[in-house]
């Protein structure tokens, strides 16, 4: 069947009781999953994808130059480490032990000294990265050890990046006007709007074993998060695109919940697709998901979807007590409906 043959479904699976996680149906371990992102986003998919599987790999950004992580970039010759530290917090193994280790990843130092403002996994892993020689790779896991991972973590790129954007409209008496502006930080605060982005170096290098998982994943997913510069920056590394689109796996989409102040005021669920597309390059898509609450135009949702080829899984995945925060056991639910459905 062509892609444009592809039903449109739309879904709306049950929770997921949190004493029961749901099981994906592709062996005991569950499916081969690769998620892409950074920041919170990622740690929500991660979340998620937790309850089905025990075979997840996180591939996170490098980009983040904001912080923590722009202070510790600027003055050591290593990886960011926030968005890293977030997605081993997000995979750390349930025990009583483990579970305060990821608290103590999360702990941000107080006062006002030099060291105030730094997570402590952040300094830990920038610690296990220089003891590893600068390889972040086996820093990672050693700290997944301590933490009994369920799941890897890995890195966007080999080498820290720089997101570059042209962005229109920054000047209200000059709306034709545009300017390149560079940095994380600068771009997802800009009063205009993105009209393109692109990361240096132009070519990184990625690691070896994020193209193996890529390979082997039976599910890939990229969202919720950052738009501009959490989830895209994944398909503008082009050795990371290359895998993505040789890859067999379904590859799929979890929209954002709301617009982020800055980044994509304004947008709908259907810009937000929009702008996905366009840096696609030959990745297929395969599914995408979005919160039914949070889709006000669902016929202009809809055409978007099938004009791409893909289905739409329209499901309850918001956290009930906040409209701005995607719930595990709903997302596990409206994921595991799109795994049963490959």
Same mark, same amino acid.
């Given at each position: 069947m062509s892609d444009a043959g592809r039903p449109v479904r739309i879904a709306v699976p049950p929770p997921v009781p949190a004493a029961r996680p749901a099981r994906a149906p592709l062996g005991p371990d569950g499916p081969r999953v690769v998620a892409l992102g950074g920041g919170h986003g990622l740690a929500a998919s991660l979340a998620a994808w937790r309850l089905l599987t025990s075979t997840l790999t996180a591939v996170v950004t490098v980009a983040d130059d904001g912080g923590s992580s722009g202070r510790i970039r600027r003055e050591l010759p290593v990886l960011p480490p926030g968005d890293l530290r977030m997605a081993l917090a997000a995979l750390a193994g349930d025990e009583p032990r483990t579970q305060a280790m990821a608290a103590l990843l999360q702990h941000r130092i107080g006062g006002e000294g030099a060291l105030a403002g730094h997570p402590v996994g952040n300094l830990m892993l920038t610690g296990w990265t220089e003891l590893h020689q600068g390889d972040t790779v086996r820093a990672l896991r050693s700290l997944e050890d301590l933490l009994g991972s369920v799941g890897r973590v890995l890195p966007m790129a080999d080498v820290p990046l720089d997101l570059v954007a042209t962005v229109a409209s920054v000047d209200p008496d000059d709306p034709r006007e545009t300017r390149r502006i560079r940095g994380q930080v600068a771009i997802a605060s800009t009063p205009g709007r993105v009209r393109e982005i692109h990361v240096?170096?132009?070519?990184?290098?990625?690691?070896?074993?994020?193209?193996?998982?890529?390979?082997?994943?039976?599910?890939?997913? !990229? *969202?919720?998060? %950052?738009?501009? &510069?959490?989830?895209?920056?994944?398909?503008? #590394?082009?050795?990371? @695109?290359?895998? /993505?689109?040789?890859?067999?796996?379904?590859?799929v989409v979890v929209l954002n919940l709301e617009p982020q102040p800055g980044e994509t005021d304004g947008f709908s669920p259907q810009?937000?697709?929009?702008?996905?597309?366009?840096? !696609? *390059?030959?990745? %297929?898509?395969? &599914?995408?998901?979005?919160?039914?609450?949070? #889709?006000?135009?669902? @016929?202009?949702? /809809?055409?978007?979807?099938?004009?791409?080829?893909?289905?739409?899984?329209?499901?309850?995945?918001?956290?009930?007590?906040?409209?701005?925060?995607?719930?595990?056991?709903?997302?596990?639910?409206?994921?595991a409906s799109v795994v049963g459905a490959r």
């Open positions: 240096s170096p132009a070519d990184p290098p990625v690691h070896p074993d994020v193209l193996a998982a890529i390979a082997e994943a039976d599910v890939i997913t !990229l *969202g919720p998060g %950052s738009w501009y &510069t959490s989830v895209l920056p994944h398909l503008l #590394v082009p050795r990371l @695109r290359a895998a /993505l689109a040789a890859s067999p796996a379904r590859v810009e937000h697709l929009r702008v996905l597309l366009g840096h !696609l *390059g030959g990745v %297929s898509l395969h &599914t995408v998901i979005a919160d039914a609450a949070a #889709v006000v135009d669902r @016929r202009g949702l /809809l055409s978007a979807v099938q004009g791409c080829g893909a289905e739409l899984v329209l499901a309850p995945v918001a956290a009930p007590d906040d409209a701005a925060r995607h719930d595990p056991h709903r997302l596990a639910a409206a994921l």
